[in-house]
């Protein structure tokens, strides 16, 4: 039964990461076909480096992510404290028309967006793209905020207010220490999910302006060459990192 | 003792949304006491204290503090503070600058918060905890915290929101007590709000019993225990056992004949009745005596039967039937001289009174308790 239980649990766990496993010991292979292991090698890494249309692309997906995930951020906050703080009508409607745009498919998402553009006359490219990215990263900033906000003793602001402190006092010594750990995660969930997109940015981007999930889409319908593999495990690593930074940010205790 | 009046609320009512919550609320709060508002949960008592706080306006009605209307003063410019039910202790600072952030508002210099938070620790007994943060504290270290927080501010009033409810019995029994002693020491005036009638008497130099929004009675301890006003103060502050009976015949001042339980008996009481008047006659369980004398002829008092008989360690507390069927309940301390006292289940017994313990009110409602 143990030994059951055991060999189930490696299955799972195979079933999940032996691909991802395959691909980043695929981008160390001297190989360039990787179906059999040739040595060990840095050149793809390399060859990655010299190639331009793909560095100008991951450029402009870094762009693109920073400033999304910064605009989501900021924006994010606010609303997040407006429904922590404030009773106002809609409030209700309000918080879950941000589910909606977070459980939406990204195919409904990007079709929508390709519709408004269109509808407004916005040139597809840098602009449509990132006011995109700013929308769909949004809700997950409000949620990350909100959480730790309603996580707080209610009581905490009143107890602020009743030891002399004005509202502007409060947000600065208060609210806005107790939630920064929670606006840095959620910075770095919008930038994860801005760099990672693929369907949304395929439909509201145009060739002005190319990103690099999209180019490397355009690279893997004629093969994968190694580079890719260089590429995927590179993203894989910044994601990692920055969702474990988020999460550790999340967990640490005052 | 004569004190004067510090605080003074009159007319209060409150509403939220169509609910009243303070209907027509009168309190007077004399300076220096330990004043406790007693109330079951929902009796408006929390609302009285955010409104003296500032955290709520009332619709109608006047507050005043030191003779000065204080309703268009915000909360973060009146001169009370408030220790929470959840403490409240900012989690990202630590117990020092909890304690140092009331100060640090009201502009005082660096070095004369350090003395002042250092005094307000040592009261609390909380020194060597300066630098730790509230998740590195007990509940009771909170709760001092809390306290502490509130009181280096020398507010003219401090209010304390069922500030003992989270600690477990000793804790909260001891933290009662130092309070008290806290209070004491400072002799600022302490507004403690509490669903917990044990406590409100343990401590208070006198309480409010709240229902329904209102106040039902306003006294020290001893009076809302030996005379309540009405029934719903009798029968929330402790146990009490309420017979119903008619007035007879009026034998002197304060002195009655009554009809109870078919039994006629003299009752005294600090009402004036007359003849064919409906009362209620009160007596806690512990002023009650039960006879068991074995001859049913030569005992005393409504006869009834033994229902039910706990022995709690101090006393010995019986449920009886009365031949009416109303059942009451009787506490009794042991006597060193009769070691066996105990009574057996549905033995006969009779139920009396030394006259003049019981306490009298005009009957409210009709039918048996």
Known sequence: ?254 | MNRSPILTLSNISKRFAAQEVLTDFHLTINDGEFFTILGPSGCGKTTVLRLIAGFEQPNEGQILLNGEDIAGIPAEKRPVNTVFQSYALFPHLTVFDNVAFGLKMAGVDAQNIAVRVADALAIVRLSDFANRKPHQLSGGQKQRVAIARAVVNRPKILLLDESLSALDYKLRQQMQLELKQLQRQLGITFVYVTHDQEEALSMSDRIVVMHNGQAQQVGTPREIYEAPRNLFVAQFIGEINVFDGEITRELGEYQYQALINGVEREIRCNHRFTAGDKVHVMLRPEDLRIDCRPNALERKGFPGIVLERNYTGQTLNSHIRLENGQTVMAHEFFDEDDPDFDYSINQKVGVDWVPGWEHVIPAERAGKS
């Open chain 1, 1 to 254: 039964m143990k030994a059951f239980k055991w060999s189930f649990i490696i299955a799972i766990f195979a079933y999940l990461y032996l691909p991802i496993g395959i691909l980043v010991i695929n981008s160390f292979n001297a190989s360039k076909y990787g179906y059999e292991w040739k040595g060990f090698t840095f050149e793809w890494y390399a060859k990655l480096w010299e190639n331009e249309a793909l560095t100008q692309a991951f450029l402009n997906s870094l762009l693109v992510a920073s400033l999304a995930a910064t605009a989501a951020t900021l924006i994010g906050t606010l609303m997040a404290l407006a429904l922590h703080r404030y009773r106002f009508p809609l409030k209700a409607t309000a918080s879950s028309l941000l589910f909606i745009v977070m459980m939406s498919p990204d195919i409904v998402l990007a079709i929508t967006f390709l519709v408004i553009f269109i509808a407004l006359g916005i040139q597809l490219g840098f602009w449509s793209l990132l006011i995109a990215h700013i929308t769909f990263c949004l809700p997950f900033v409000v949620i990350t905020v909100y959480a730790q906000l309603k996580g707080f003793d209610k009581y905490l602001l009143e107890a602020a207010q009743d030891l002399g402190a004005s509202e502007s006092r409060i947000f600065r010594l208060i609210i806005l220490p107790l939630v920064f750990p929670a606006i840095v995660a959620g910075w770095l969930l919008s930038f994860t999910l801005s760099l990672d997109d693929v369907i949304i940015s395929s439909f509201v981007t145009g060739p002005s302006f190319e990103i690099l999930p999209i180019r490397v889409f355009s690279m893997v319908k004629v093969g994968v060459s190694p580079e890719v593999n260089v590429l995927a495990t590179l993203l894989l690593a910044i994601s990692l990192f920055l969702v474990t930074l988020s999460t550790l940010l999340l967990r640490r205790k005052h």
